[in-house]
């Protein structure tokens, strides 16, 4: 059976294409501008997935990754990167290992959250980072036609085992392991331009829905997804969160 949270390079890397001058920013100005230790701090990308985050965050630390499917620990190598194969809820590192440890797109994924993020913080040195966490629950769709889009994203997700709403459960998840985050959503929403574009979400949502075109909610959904890109009316919300702590 294929593994939910192994989402496709593609999905990803849009994600990326989105969140990376807010994340970048964050790190600069949340962890760096306090840093006083004149080198290059050590990093681990939790849950790498193909390293993406990672080669964009090259720049601003010295990046390992971790993930526990093997395809994508490879696909990391293949790019020159260090990762290694592991559980986010159990990993081969010491205490305090690494300055900062952070992950992205993951916690939604994972069945005991406050086990991971304990992790992390326990092989961490210094800054724990949540680099982004959707909340499904939280989202807006326009034109009307598409409200119902909502409650089938947050059907199928749980369907496939992941957490919906965990965005707005970090606070709750870092204070369980008695650190105080600081918490916000990535500014922006989620503009769908070119009709190739508007494609790609498309397929990305059925996906995440995970039902197939003989269910009528989503053949009428799709129908109104492409009337709304054609006249120029669509609109989406989906707001995804981060969370930074320093222990
Ligand atoms: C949605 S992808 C995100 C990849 C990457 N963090 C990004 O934002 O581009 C989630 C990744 O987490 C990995 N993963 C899921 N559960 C995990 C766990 N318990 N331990 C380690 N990796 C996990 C999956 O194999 C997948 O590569």
Known sequence: MTDPSVVSELQLQRQVKWLKESWTWLLRTKVLALE???RRLE???VGCGPGLVMEELGPLFNVQ???RDKG???K???KGLTAFHGEAEGMPFEDGSFDVVYCSFLLLWVKEPKLVVKEMIRVSRQWVVCL???DIGGRIDHPS?????????????LRQGADPMVGRKLTELFRSADLDPEVGAHPGGWKVGSPEDSEQEWRNLLQMIGLGREDKRVTDLEQAWKQAT??????????????????
């Open 72 to 74: 994508m620990v490879e």
């Open 145 to 157: 036609s598409l409200i119902g889009l909502k409650d089938l994203l947050i059907e199928g997700m």
């Open 132 to 134: 982004a966490e959707p």
């Open 230 to 247: 054609t006249n120029g009316t669509l609109f989406q919300y989906n707001p995804v969160f981060y969370a930074i702590a320093r222990k």
């Open 43 to 45: 990093a681990l990308d």
């Open 76 to 78: 990391c190598h293949n």
């Open 36 to 38: 006083t230790r004149g």
């Open 65 to 67: 990754g971790l993930d």
